[in-house]
């Protein structure tokens, strides 16, 4: 089973590499369940008003994401 803790993993590093190179991304997608499983951890923030944020990008859904895939966008 696909952990958050993967998922941030694979991720940090994969961002840090990207702003190295000067295209720090806004945006970052990962699969239904985990953007689900990432709202119901963050639902008073959401609740509030605030968005869904993660690593400091926009959380979004892609469906063609495998479970434990990820991509970003500036």
């Known amino acids: 089973m696909i952990s958050f803790n993967d998922i941030i993993d694979k991720a940090c590093p994969a961002a840090v590499q990207a702003e190295r190179q000067g ?6 997608f990962v699969h239904p369940v985990i953007f689900d499983g990432i709202s119901e951890i963050r639902r008073d923030e ?10 400091g990008m926009f ?3 892609d469906p063609d994401l495998p479970r434990d895939g ?4 500036r």
Do not use: C, K
Not at 50 to 55: E, K
């Open 23 to 28: 295209n720090l991304p806004t945006r970052m």
């Open 46 to 55: 959401i609740a509030n008003g605030f968005p869904l944020i993660l690593l």
């Open 59 to 61: 959380l979004e859904v």
């Open 70 to 73: 990820f991509r970003f966008e």
